[in-house]
């Protein structure tokens, strides 16, 4: 794989997979959590943020000390061991991934649907299945692209970025009214709270997309921290800006009681701007699908090159230099994921899933401390800005496991059980995973 990726690249990268359907999923569910009170969303988007960051400055060390594909997986292999990073890979591709990219496909979907109901004026409860279906088949033109066309599809993140910022900036109408008369003090329990932080960390998700294919990116050890923090501090001043517009038009039970809540701010404004915010909310999520496709066709291409996947994911297509089978693989899993379950499971179970390794590698930047302590370490973070990551990490994953467990949490722990085993039985050559036999 070649190093085309440069700062502006992979700030586009970052920035789209950031910037998907958390921002306009999320803020009705934490203004729920939080029983109305705007103020206390606005601190949760602000504590997301500053946990989403502190994650993101770890990465930044461990990206730069171990310049390889494969992000997360790459860092647990080297900290804890095969064991660990094998079933990382596993539960990644099978379930967090998958339903990831299924949360983006419902949201634009049902974002489509719903511009349209209001636009006819029609009402009653829109078609999930032709939602899901619309949402689809855009991602499958995206996915050819990716498939065919690797630079344009990098090229597409540029365009669908601009245009979005554009869009977003007509959204930035202040009714102080409105606003002002929805601060209604502090008074959630903890936690509520923790569960809506836990919430708005899928706003920020994404942010280590980049170390999916650190061998693409030139100069990685003085590109990569450039790319993460400048883009991290863009995105979190972007959300808490798109926060108070929204609470300056609407009330609390209408985000509330929104499907699609930036349909409503718009349709409450004009009519007419209803398809100028679903046009920036669709770019949005057309680029962050597109940057999942990007990134997570390289995971399952450096799992079958470690020999922890069947060889055939680690094939490049040889005219296309795409990695054709994973892609292919990710696809097929996200398109099952939309048969049985609804958004709001999925994108807990995937953020479950996601915070959970991530808390073990900010762990690990204490442990290659010790570990590697001669290594050179371009960028290096606080010892305490580690111990925080990990702490905050560990906890907003406890949170809803203890408070609102779902049956697909005890399923991704069941899972992690069964390719524990699935590895043992594969290093003593019970099972060959690198072939693909006759």
Not at 12 to 20: E, F, R, T
Not at 351 to 380: E, Q
Request: overall charge positive; glycine content about 8%; charged content about 10%.
């Amino acid at each position: 794989l070649k190093r085309t990726i440069g700062v502006y690249d992979g700030a586009s990268i970052v920035v789209g997979s950031m910037i998907g359907s958390g921002i306009f999923i999320v803020p009705t569910r934490i203004l729920e959590y939080c029983n109305g009170d705007m103020s206390l969303s606005l601190i949760i988007w602000v504590l997301g943020g500053i946990i989403a960051m502190l994650m993101a400055l770890c990465y930044c060390e461990l990206a730069t000390l171990l310049p390889e594909s494969g992000g997360s997986a790459a860092y647990l292999k080297v900290v804890y061991g095969d064991v660990l990073c094998f079933i990382y890979l596993w539960l990644y591709l099978l379930a967090a991934n998958p339903q990831s990219q299924a949360v983006q496909i419902i949201a634009l979907g049902d974002y489509i649907s719903n511009a349209v109901k209001v636009s006819t004026g029609t009402c009653g409860p829109e078609s999930k299945v032709l939602s899901k279906l619309i949402g689809l088949l855009i991602t499958l033109v995206l996915l050819v692209c990716n498939i065919t066309r690797v630079k344009l599809s990098v090229k597409i993140q540029h365009v669908y970025g601009i245009i979005f910022l554009i869009k977003l900036s007509e959204m930035q109408i202040i009714h102080r009214d409105h606003f002002f008369g929805g601060f209604l003090g502090f008074n959630s329990k903890v936690p509520t709270v923790s569960l809506a932080v836990f919430q708005s960390l899928w706003a920020y998700d994404g942010f280590d997309n980049i170390t999916f294919i650190t061998e693409e990116v030139k100069k990685p050890k003085k590109t990569l921290p450039m790319i993460i923090i400048l883009s991290f501090l863009f995105v979190m001043g972007l959300y808490v800006v798109v926060n108070l517009s929204y609470f300056a038009v609407l009330n609390q039970k209408e985000m509330i009681t929104s499907s699609a809540v930036a349909v409503s701010f718009a349709a409450k404004i004009h009519p007419m701007l209803t398809y100028a915010v679903t046009l920036g909310v669709c770019l949005s999520l057309i680029g962050s699908i597109n940057v999942n496709l990007l990134t997570m066709g390289r995971l399952p291409f450096v799992a079958a090159r470690l020999g922890f996947m069947p060889k055939i994911l680690s094939m490049i297509h040889i005219q296309y230099f795409s990695p054709l089978p994973a892609l292919l693989f990710g696809i097929i899993l996200a398109v099952a994921m939309l048969v049985p379950s609804n958004i709001d499971i999925l994108l807990k179970a995937a953020l479950f899933m996601a915070w959970a390794f991530r808390s073990l590698c900010a762990l690990g930047v204490l442990i290659l401390r010790w570990k590697m302590k001669d290594a050179k370490r371009p960028y290096k973070v606080y010892s305490i800005t580690a111990l925080l990551a990990t702490l905050f990490g560990f906890y907003s994953t406890l949170v809803p496991l203890i408070f609102r467990p779902q049956a697909l949490y005890v399923l991704g722990v069941i899972l992690a059980a069964v390719f524990y085993i699935v590895y043992f039985l594969m290093v003593r050559g019970h099972i060959n995973m690198t072939g693909v036999g006759k």
